[in-house]
C-alpha cells in the first residue's frame, strides 16, 4: 500500500482560478513533507518543505498546509497559471532525512 | 551546467542486455540518490551514496541493479540481464549532504529507458 496518497488524480481549471490538491500519508514517523512540480519530461522541483512542526508555508502563488495530527497536507494553487500546468507529487521523507516517499501525484491541467 | 545532468536522456535496448545509465551531480553535492519512475506513478527510491559509498541500496529490485560512485562525483546505475520491466524513466537528484532536515533534493531530467 502506498504511504503517501493524492487526490484528485487529475484536475482541469480555468486559468486565474484557484485549486486546492490533498495528500493523506501514513509514514510515521517522517523528517519532512515537501511538495514537488513536475513538468512532463523534466525531473521534479521544489515548492516547499514543512517540518512535522510546521503547518503552512508558501511560495509566491504555491501555499502548502500541514496538520500533522491527521496527517493531512494540502497544496493550493491560487491565480493559475497556463504554466502551472503539470504533476504535483506530494513527498515524505524517512526520519532519516534521507530517502524520499513520493505519492503518485495530481495532474493538472490549466486552459484558458 | 549548474543543475543534475543525466546521460543517455533516452535509451532504447533489447532485452538482455546491459545498460549503464549516468549521474552527473551538482559541484560539491556530497550526496547523491537513485530513482525510478513508472509511468503514472511517483519516483521510488532506489540506492543513495553519501561520498563514494552507498549508505542505504535498500530499494534496489533485485541483484540485476547496481550503482557506483567511485570518485564521490559522477555515479553510474548499472542494469544487468535487462527485462521489459525495467523500463521506467531513471532519475538522480543530489543534495548537499544527507541526513539533514531540509536537504533539497535537486532532480536531474532522467533517462527514460526502454527495454524492448
Known amino acids: 500500500k502506498n504511504q503517501v496518497e493524492q487526490s484528485p488524480q487529475s484536475l482541469i481549471i480555468l486559468e486565474g482560478k484557484n485549486c486546492t490538491l490533498q495528500?493523506?500519508?501514513?509514514?510515521?514517523?517522517?523528517?519532512?513533507l515537501r511538495w514537488y512540480k513536475q513538468d512532463t519530461g523534466r525531473g521534479p522541483v521544489s515548492l516547499t518543505i514543512?517540518?512535522?512542526?510546521?503547518n503552512t508555508k508558501s511560495n509566491g502563488r504555491y501555499t502548502a498546509t500541514l496538520d500533522a495530527d491527521t496527517k493531512q497536507s494540502s497544496l493550493h494553487i491560487t491565480a493559475s497559471q497556463l504554466s502551472d500546468s503539470a504533476s504535483y507529487i506530494c513527498v515524505v521523507s524517512d526520519p532519516a532525512g534521507t530517502a524520499l516517499i513520493f505519492g503518485k501525484g495530481t495532474t493538472l491541467s490549466v486552459s484558458s | 551546467g549548474a543543475g543534475v545532468s543525466q546521460t543517455p536522456s533516452n535509451k532504447v535496448t533489447e532485452k538482455g542486455k546491459y545498460v549503464e545509465l549516468r549521474c552527473d551531480p551538482i559541484?560539491?553535492?556530497?550526496?547523491l540518490y537513485w530513482y525510478r519512475q513508472s509511468l503514472g506513478q511517483g519516483p521510488e527510491f532506489l540506492i543513495y551514496?553519501?561520498?563514494?559509498?552507498?549508505?542505504?541500496d535498500s530499494g534496489l529490485p533485485n541483484d540485476r541493479f547496481f550503482a557506483v560512485r567511485p570518485e564521490g562525483s559522477v555515479s553510474t546505475l548499472k542494469i544487468q540481464r535487462t527485462e521489459r520491466g525495467d523500463s521506467a524513466v531513471y532519475l538522480c537528484?543530489?543534495?548537499?549532504?544527507?541526513?539533514?532536515?531540509?536537504?533539497?533534493?535537486?532532480f536531474g531530467p532522467g533517462t527514460r529507458l526502454t527495454v524492448l
Open positions: 551514496f553519501q561520498g563514494t559509498g552507498a549508505a542505504d
Open positions: 537528484a543530489s543534495s548537499l549532504k544527507a541526513g539533514q532536515n531540509y536537504n533539497e533534493q535537486f
Open positions: 559541484s560539491g553535492h556530497t550526496a
Open positions: 495528500c493523506n500519508y501514513t509514514v510515521s514517523p517522517f523528517s519532512n
Open positions: 514543512m517540518t512535522f512542526s510546521e
